[in-house]
T-cell receptor, first 109, second 114 residues
Framework: GQNIDQPTEMTATEGAIVQINCTYQ??????LFWYQQHAGEAPTFLSY??LDGLEEKGRFSSFLSRSKGYSYLLLKELQMKDSASYLC??????????WGAGTKLIIKP | IAGITQAPTSQILAAGRRMTLRCTQD?????MYWYRQDLGLGLRLIHY???????GKGEVPDGYSVSRANTDDFPLTLASAVPSQTSVYFC?????????????FGNGTRLTVT
């Protein structure tokens, strides 16, 4: 079956670095997405990876290893506003998204 | 401001009643989607439409119907609501249906069925 696994909750300190991991199993693979969702709000797109390696966008980076079925989202110089849930989603061979339950990131001063 | 508008923002509905959740986008995106989000679960696709005039069933379509008469509107109807349909419903759109077509989400409708 198809499945996305990510930790339920993580805690980090303001100014630090945090890595949120995601493992995926999909029928075929057309890329891996990361979305950010603040409490009570809509998810917003952060990144897309389809090739192995690291994609950097400012304070946020996303990594993909297709051979390991693994991705991570790296957040640097954490700010209080980064407190949110981070959703990992894999796209299968039919271009359907399989979503993880999300990782709630708590930032402490 | 371009985007997706959902209405209502929240609703309390008696079981057995009929309800339509509205979704309108002004980005001229071809593809539109309805998801439900429940605590502890990933987003689950209810129905989708790749282009105006066509619709398809997602992972959890039972008890829901959709229509896509034009590009902009994609309403979701619950014919006879049941308590298990209590959820947060998100409408989304994308420019394409292939890879690297990020979804743009509306702000959601919080529905409680009593």
């Amino acid at each position: 079956g198809q499945n996305i696994d990510q930790p339920t909750e993580m805690t980090a300190t303001e100014g630090a670095i945090v890595q949120i991991n995601c493992t995926y199993q999909t029928s075929g693979f057309n890329g891996l997405f990361w979305y950010q969702q603040h409490a009570g709000e809509a998810p917003t797109f952060l990144s897309y990876n389809v090739l192995d390696g690291l994609e950097e966008k400012g304070r946020f980076s996303s990594f993909l290893s297709r051979s390991k079925g693994y991705s991570y989202l790296l957040l640097k110089e954490l700010q209080m506003k980064d407190s949110a849930s981070y959703l990992c989603a894999g796209m299968d061979s039919n271009y359907q998204l399989i979503w993880g339950a999300g990782t709630k990131l708590i930032i402490k001063p | 401001i371009a985007g997706i508008t959902q209405a209502p923002t929240s609703q309390i509905l008696a079981a057995g009643r009929r309800m339509t959740l509205r979704c309108t986008q002004d980005m001229r995106h071809n593809a539109m989607y309805w998801y439900r989000q429940d605590l502890g679960l990933g987003l689950r696709l209810i129905h989708y439409s790749n282009t105006a005039g066509t619709t398809g069933k997602g992972e959890v379509p039972d008890g829901y119907s959709v229509s896509r008469a034009n590009t902009d509107d994609f309403p979701l109807t619950l014919a006879s609501a049941v308590p298990s349909q209590t959820s947060v419903y998100f409408c989304a759109s994308s420019d394409g249906t292939g890879a690297n077509s990020p979804l743009h989400f509306g702000n959601g409708t919080r529905l409680t069925v009593t």
